[in-house]
C-alpha cells in the first residue's frame, strides 16, 4: 500500500510531503477509498485492516509499523546526525539512542526496577522484567492457550507444535528450534567451559549454568508456587513443578503417543526407541543417552562427591540421591499413589510401583521380545546375549554379569583366609 497525494497525485512514502498540501483531506486510503484527516487516524484506520506494515522506505526497503519508527527510519538515510557518541564515533539518530549506546559502552545500568531494585542497560530490558512481577503474559499461543511476556517466546513455543528445527549443528547434523540450544549443544564438541564458580571451581559451558550451580552454595530459591508456596532455585523446576497441580503434559511422543510434563523429558523417552546415546564419557568411551547421566558416571573416575548432607555429613555423586537420602532423616514420603494411596520418597520408586497396578513393561530386549517393568532387570537380562561381566573378583579375577554373585563369590575367599591363617587351637599345647 502507499499513500496518494490529492493535488499532484504522486505517490510517496513520506509523510511530511503530504503536508505540503493544505487539503482538507490529505491522506487517502487507495485500497479502501476512505479520505483521512491526521496521519494517526490513517495509521490507526489502514493498519489492523491491511494486518502489515504500510509504511516502507524507498532507501533501503525496510518497513516500520508505525509512523513515528518510519520517520526514525527516514532520518536514518539522511546526513543529519546530530547525536554523537563520542567513546565510539558513531553517530546516533536520536538522542535516546546515542543514551543507549553511550551506557552499552560505559557498562551502566541505570534503568532499576521499582520492585527488586535489579538494574538494566536499557529500558526495553527493564520493561520486560517488570512483567515478571506483575504476572502480564499479553502473548497467547492460538493453539494451545498458553501466554508468555514476550512475543520471541510465543514464537519459540510455536515451534513446539510445528516441529520445526531451523538451528542445525554443522559438526554432528543434530537439529534445534532455538539458536540459544544450538549454540549451547556446540559446546559439547569443544568441551569449552568458559564460566567458573568462584567458590568451587567448578566450570560450566553457559553463564546460565553457572547461575544455577551458585544457588547450590547459598540455598537461594526464588521462584515460589503461588499454588503450594514450595520454592526452586530455576523458573524450569517452578513450571514444571506447577504441572503436577494442574496435570498439564504439553510435550507428546509422536511414535508412541506417551504425553510427559517437560520437554527433557520427551527427548530422554525418544532416546528409548531410537537408541541414541549422544553423550560420551572421553576417558572410558562409555555413551549415554543423558547428561546428567555423563556427569555422574564422570565422578566413577573422579571419585567426586560434591553434594553432602548436612545432618550426617555423607557425600554423594548426585543431587537426586542426597535428596533420596535426606528422606531418610525427615522421613518424608512427598510421592503418593493415585490408585491406592501408598507414599514414597522417590518419584522413580512411585513410577516402578504404578507398573504393579497397570502391568506395564516399557523396557523391552530387541534380540527375544521379553519385557521388563524395571530398567535395572533390563540391563541385566542384556548381558545374557551380550555376555558381558562387568563385576571382576580382585582376588581370584573371575567375572559376574551381577554385583549380587560376586558378593556371594568374594565370601569363599573370606572363608579360605580365615581359615588358613587362624590360630592353632588351645588343645594342641601342652602345659609345662
Known sequence: MILVQHVCKKDTALVGAMRSHTLENPFECNDFGENLTEILTWTQYVVPKMGKNPCISKECGKDSSCSPSFNTRKQSHTTSKSHECLQRGNACIQSSAHRQTSTT???????????????????SNLRRHEMIHTGVKPHGCHLCGKAFTHCSDLRKH????????????????????????????????????PHECHLCGKAFTHCSDLNKHERTHFGEKPY???????????????????????????????????????????????????????????????????????????????????????????????SSVLKRHERTHTGEKPYKCPLCGKAFNHSSVLRRH???????????????????????????????????????????????????????????????????????????YKHS
Open 105 to 123: 559502552q560505559n557498562g551502566e545500568k541505570t534503568f532499576e526496577c521499582h520492585e527488586c531494585g535489579k538494574a538494566f542497560g536499557k529500558s
Open 158 to 193: 510455536e515451534r513446539i507444535h510445528t516441529g520445526e528445527k531451523s538451528y542445525g549443528c554443522h559438526l554432528c547434523g543434530k537439529a534445534f528450534s532455538k539458536s540459544y540450544n544450538l549454540r549451547r549443544h556446540e559446546m559439547i564438541h569443544t568441551r569449552k567451559k
Open 224 to 318: 515460589g508456587c503461588h499454588l503450594c508456596g514450595k520454592t526452586f532455585s530455576k523458573t524450569s523446576y517452578l513450571r514444571q513443578h506447577e504441572r503436577t497441580h494442574n496435570g498439564e503434559k504439553p510435550y507428546e511422543c509422536h511414535l508412541c503417543g506417551k504425553a510427559f510434563t517437560h520437554c527433557s523429558h520427551l527427548r530422554k523417552h525418544e532416546r528409548t526407541h531410537t537408541g541414541e546415546k549422544p553423550y560420551e564419557c572421553h576417558l572410558c568411551g562409555k555413551a549415554f543417552t543423558e547428561s546428567s547421566v555423563l556427569r555422574r558416571h564422570e565422578r566413577t573416575h573422579t571419585g567426586e562427591k560434591p553434594y553432602e548432607c548436612h545432618l550426617c555429613w555423607k557425600a554423594f555423586t548426585d
Open 354 to 428: 504404578e507398573r504393579t497396578h497397570t502391568g506395564e513393561k516399557p523396557y523391552k530386549c530387541s534380540v527375544c521380545g521379553k519385557a521388563f517393568n524395571r530398567s535395572y532387570n533390563f540391563r541385566l537380562h542384556k548381558r545374557i546375549h551380550t555376555g558381558e561381566k562387568p563385576y571382576k573378583c580382585y582376588v581370584c579375577g573371575k567375572a559376574f554379569s551381577k554385583y549380587f554373585n560376586l558378593r556371594q563369590h568374594e565370601k569363599i575367599h573370606v572363608k579360605i583366609i580365615s581359615v588358613d591363617d587362624s590360630p592353632p587351637i588351645a588343645s594342641n
